[in-house]
């Protein structure tokens, strides 16, 4: 083999090297931009469901305090006025049992969400007290049941009002 040859081998051998590095960064780099989409994807993913997760908790907790509301109206009617007074206290009981919770949930979702869910957890609150008070107001004079009606309708709007929120938080992700 002559002096030509030898040359060709070392530079065909130098060429391989080099494009066996280059491709070797080359995959080394794709391989990291495709880890790192796949981390932002699976984050994105986690966070979106801890949302949504979120969402359906406050409403749970909003729609269990909203039947206790709704079963207040009925014993309003009631005639005898211990049997009144005596189931609106134990409904008034189970509401404050329930608020507990709710709370936590309002909490989650100040934490969790979006601004539009938050303002929108914060307006069923509002309504929530608004309607509590007015039960307290009911158990006192009956005559004020038209404005619990109007509260609980109020606290029931603002629940539906929240659940639209959370859906349009949901497709905004």
Request: proline share 2%.
């Amino acid at each position: 083999m002559g002096n030509g040859a030898l040359w060709v081998a070392l530079l065909t051998a130098t060429t391989a090297v080099a494009a066996s590095w280059v491709t070797s960064r080359g995959n080394a780099q794709a391989a990291r931009v495709q880890a790192r989409a796949t981390a932002e994807s699976e984050h994105l993913a986690r966070k979106r469901e801890a949302r949504r997760t979120t969402h359906l908790d406050f409403i749970q907790q909003a729609n269990d305090m909203g039947i206790l509301y709704r079963r207040i109206p009925k014993y309003v009617e009631v005639a005898d006025q211990e049997a009144r007074l005596a189931s609106l206290a134990q409904l008034r009981d189970r509401l404050r049992d329930s608020y507990g919770p709710f709370l936590r949930a309002l909490a989650v979702v100040s934490l969790e969400c979006r601004p539009g869910p938050i303002a929108a957890a914060n307006a069923v609150h509002a309504a929530s007290v608004e309607a509590y008070a007015r039960l307290v107001a009911v158990e006192e004079d009956v005559r004020e049941a038209e404005g619990f009606r109007r509260a609980v309708d109020a606290y029931l709007a603002s629940v539906d009002a929240f659940v639209e929120a959370a859906r349009q938080a949901e497709r905004e992700i």
